[in-house]
DNA sequence: AATAAATATGTACTGAATACACATTGTTTT
DNA sequence: AAAACAATGTGTATTCAGTACATATTTATT
């Protein structure tokens, strides 16, 4: 009896710790364009029969041999075929049931792509683009992962010149603004946004014309090279401003 | 041999599936507190050989039955009785050779604690506060979770009134500019420091002096009810400001 | 009673955020 | 060719927050 006890707490040890290291660590990725002047999100199809009709987020398990970092790069490449893209980390989700499959704790990423630049291998994979304010329901826990990376995008966008990875190399003012109203969902004032813009300092005068418009055409511009990096960073704020004295 | 080379073949996919579920995920914790006038932030010594003499967070494996943002208020329940405290997500770690014992992907928090108002059991714990700036090396990469935390709690507290989880319940600004100067580093004029305080409008005026002080009493402050939230949150910025328009 | 040390407070300046209107340029229509 | 249309491009006045800065007041100490 003491003997059947002691074995079977061993046994129960032995489980509790092939446990511990059953829980697999996945990264999602919420992949933004700007498309027909709308802010869209790339999904696919969920396979699973709980999900059917339902559409996910792009991703995978972590893999023993990568960085955390590194598989939302794996996971785009492979599935799209696209690289060199901005990613950034967002938050790591982790409730118990937030997978149906088992005990799957993800860690989300955003990414913001130039589709006119990327070929993207979409039909093939059941990928489909889709307008970020159209999702009203995604599966497992991607729609709450969506609206965390939508907020984070939107309080990026106002600090730092990110928003430009989801615009061609060249671009006029108007194109930005409507860019910008995308992702915040508001209007701008065109004279206001223009002043801060330029206030920024991030974008090159190119001396050229927008062709192939139905109306007068802009100048148009691009992002200063020295602003632009792709990689994930530890983004450092430059200095400690805004604050109470000098 | 073909025979043979398949044999080996389903042999690594088992090992390799074994893997998959060979990482695991803990959680570290960068608990702060303010004593003597200076941040501080608590550590364990390492009772690993490889990192004999060096300090690092408190941290455990997530539980395969709890909630990935649970497991923080376990750790700091289990190791330092403390309870009710104000926790933040920040990033996750995920470096393949972070760890020294095996694949531990880790996400990190914040935490902030009233140091005269919790009762910490920290002495037969081999627990001790280090003031952050004295701070130079921590095993693991903690050095760079530390950092991490405090470059958060430092954007935190200039728009959210968060700082007040390290001051007792009543405070004068005086000790308020203190603790923001410790936060941030650097000195802050008084009269802006006041106003700033003012405008966001989050303390309630006690009436009340303080006493035990040897020079002349300043008034006592408490942060108003309606501010206080210790739990993690999906810190939901109120309304999209700082726009180009109106 | 005098001194020391900390509290408490106000003003002027600068710069960013915002509201708001009109002239210009190129395309399209008549 | 002229007129109408549609989008580009630009400036000013106001408000408000951020910052630099000095003096009077209150309490404890000597």
């Known amino acids: 009896m003491d003997k ?27 992949i933004f364009c700007y498309q027909d002047k709308k802010l869209q999100v790339l999904l696919i199809k969920s396979d699973l029969e709980e999900f059917s009709g339902l559409y996910s987020l792009l991703g995978d398990l972590v893999r023993p041999d990568e960085d955390l970092d590194s598989a939302p790069y794996r996971v785009l490449k492979q599935r799209t075929g696209m690289d060199d893209l901005y990613l950034e980390q967002v938050r790591t989700f982790g409730s118990i049931d937030r997978h149906v499959s088992g005990r799957v704790i993800t860690t989300a990423y955003y990414s913001l792509i130039d589709i ?66 995308s992702i915040l969902g508001i209007n701008l004032d065109r004279r206001n946004f223009r002043k801060k813009i330029a206030l ?34 530890k983004k450092q704020k430059p200095v400690l401003e805004n604050i109470f004295s000098k």
Chains 1, 2 share one sequence.
Request: hydrophobic share 35%.
């Open 116 to 181: 006119k630049h990327q070929k993207l291998s979409v039909d093939q994979n059941e990928l489909h683009w889709h307008p970020v304010k159209e999702i009203k329901k995604l599966a497992f826990d991607h729609k709450i992962i969506l609206d965390s990376c939508l907020q984070r995008l939107r309080e990026q966008v106002m600090e730092f010149p990110v928003a430009f990875n989801l615009l061609p190399e060249k671009f006029s003012l108007r194109e930005l603004q409507e860019l910008y109203e």
């Open 4 to 30: 059947n006890l002691k074995l079977k707490t061993a046994e129960i040890e032995k489980i509790s710790h092939l446990e511990y290291f059953n829980i697999a660590i996945s990264v999602d990725c919420v």
């Open 200 to 233: 920024k300092g991030w974008l090159e005068d190119l001396e050229e014309m927008e062709n192939e418009v139905p109306h007068r055409p802009g100048k148009l511009y691009s992002l200063k090279q020295a602003y632009r990096k792709k990689k994930v960073s």
